[in-house]
């Protein structure tokens, strides 16, 4: 299949990366895994046998309080937690191949739906707003927009990190959440043939 090129010639690409069946399940299997991988799993809470704090029974047995132990309960204020939260993994583990899979699943949707663009570079001159701006203007593109570029240059980061909604990423920082939450995605004809090298 042929991407069109902004200011160019089409690209030849592969049917298998960008033009396959949209796996909607393995999409969001793959998504979930990623958001939770990025997760510290630091929460720490303690527990009614870790609280500090004397285990004396606090009130005589008849004549009121309830019959209860000690204040490190969890129904009283400044107590143990019920259930307590502690150090964990949330990572899920995905294969490499059903990874690569959801890629291009994602990728040729962005290509049904029209919000894949490809051009020859968004390199900036100066690391100027500016520039920027007017680059994106005459790529007419809005909203949340993703730039990937196969080696994306400081002059391009520092151009668009004063823009709401624009993201920068080199090739080898693709991810799917990045994919999945943009608008629309702009990269450059080296970035698409590096893509593609890697999900064939």
């Known amino acids: 299949m042929e991407l069109n090129v902004i200011g160019a010639k089409p690209l030849n690409v592969s049917d298998e990366v960008f033009g396959g069946e949209y796996k909607k399940a393995l999409v969001h299997q793959v998504v979930v895994a990623y958001q939770a991988a990025g997760r510290a799993g630091t929460q720490s809470q303690l527990s009614r046998g870790e609280m500090s704090g004397t285990t004396k029974k606090f009130k005589k047995q008849k004549g009121g309080g309830a019959r209860h132990g000690d204040y490190r309960a969890p129904i009283?204020?400044?107590?143990?937690?019920?259930?307590?939260?502690?150090?964990?993994?949330y990572e899920q583990k995905v294969n490499r191949k059903a990874y690569r899979v959801a890629i291009r699943s994602i990728f040729s949707e962005l290509v049904r739906q029209g919000r894949?663009?490809?051009?020859?570079?968004?390199?900036v001159e100066t690391?100027?707003?500016?520039?920027?701006?007017?680059?994106?203007?005459?790529?007419?593109?809005?909203?949340?927009?993703?730039l990937v570029s196969e080696d994306a240059s400081e002059a391009v980061f520092l151009a668009a990190r004063n823009i709401p909604y624009i993201?920068?990423?080199d090739v080898?920082?693709?991810n799917p959440v990045s994919l999945v939450g943009s608008d629309q995605v702009?990269?450059?004809?080296?970035?698409v043939k590096k893509v593609e090298e890697w999900l064939a």
Do not use: D, I, Q
């Open 186 to 191: 702009v990269m450059t004809v080296e970035a």
């Open 172 to 174: 080898m920082a693709l």
């Open 127 to 146: 690391p100027k707003t500016s520039a920027m701006v007017a680059k994106l203007a005459e790529l007419e593109v809005s909203g949340r927009v993703l």
């Open 116 to 123: 894949l663009k490809v051009v020859e570079s968004f390199g």
């Open 167 to 169: 993201h920068v990423l």
């Open 76 to 89: 009283f204020v400044g107590g143990g937690r019920t259930f307590a939260a502690k150090p964990r993994s």
